[in-house]
């Protein structure tokens, strides 16, 4: 893939793994939003995706695809006398100090990427406040020309608006740069601005359902560079 002249990442569950994260930090986030009330809490994890119980997320899970904003929404009826847009602050407040798991060392894999000259970038449904934490603690968020949340005013996927940004910042077509992603909508939103898709397995999608979408589907991002 020669023609590849940058990257960009989808962030959970690309380069961090998905349930290593944030499966252990729901679980924990329901349980102190119901002071305890497993069955509340039950309600609440049924509301965004979640089964609190065996702390596994639906294949459609809010979590995974949709924006702060809409989780919010989703969380709202739970919470007296709150707002969504106050609610959002709360839980992007929250999820930005979620220690995060990565799916490979990314210091390591995002220096190889420079040094073939590749431009890097990251597009999440995540706020781009808590997307930039979790870069700054892992030590990598300056590796990144290009860092965009569904808050950032390109919108959220699977529409393209992020994808179309970064191109457009860099100067380059959609077919010059790969999406990365462990989602559909990661997926959808690539092809949409044109991209080489790249789908990996560090999410809850599996194989047959990343395929349909993907022009290669690989473990993990560490493979990415023997791909190109």
Do not use: C
Not at 6 to 26: E, I, N, Q, R, S
Not at 167 to 187: K, P, R, Y
Not at 198 to 227: C, F, K, R, Y
């Amino acid at each position: 893939m020669s023609q590849i002249k940058a990257v960009l990442f989808d962030k959970d569950g690309t380069l961090f793994d998905f349930y290593a994260t944030w499966g252990v930090w729901t679980k924990t986030l329901l349980q102190e939003e119901s002071r305890g009330d497993a069955v509340l809490a039950t309600r609440m994890g049924a509301a965004i995706g979640y089964d609190y119980h065996s702390e596994v997320f639906a294949k459609d899970s809010m979590v995974i695809y949709d924006t702060p904003p809409d989780i919010a929404a989703a969380l709202l009826p739970f919470f007296d006398g709150e707002t969504v847009e106050a609610l959002t602050r709360r839980l992007n407040g929250a999820a930005a100090k979620v220690p995060m798991v990565e799916a490979v060392p990314l210091i390591p894999f995002l220096l190889g990427l420079e040094a073939r000259g590749l431009k890097l970038g990251v597009a999440t449904n995540d706020g781009e406040m808590p997307a930039r934490a979790h870069l700054a603690a892992s030590g990598i968020v300056g590796m990144f020309d290009f860092i965009v949340g569904s808050d950032s005013g390109y919108g959220g996927k699977p529409a393209p608006g992020m994808q179309i940004a970064f191109a457009e910042h860099l100067g380059l077509e959609g077919a010059q740069i790969a999406m990365v992603g462990d989602s559909v909508h990661d997926l959808v939103a690539g092809r949409a601005a044109g991209m080489v898709t790249v789908a990996v397995l560090t999410g809850v999608a599996d194989q047959d359902e990343l395929a349909l979408h993907a022009d290669v589907v690989l473990p993990d991002v560490g493979h990415l560079e023997a791909w190109l």
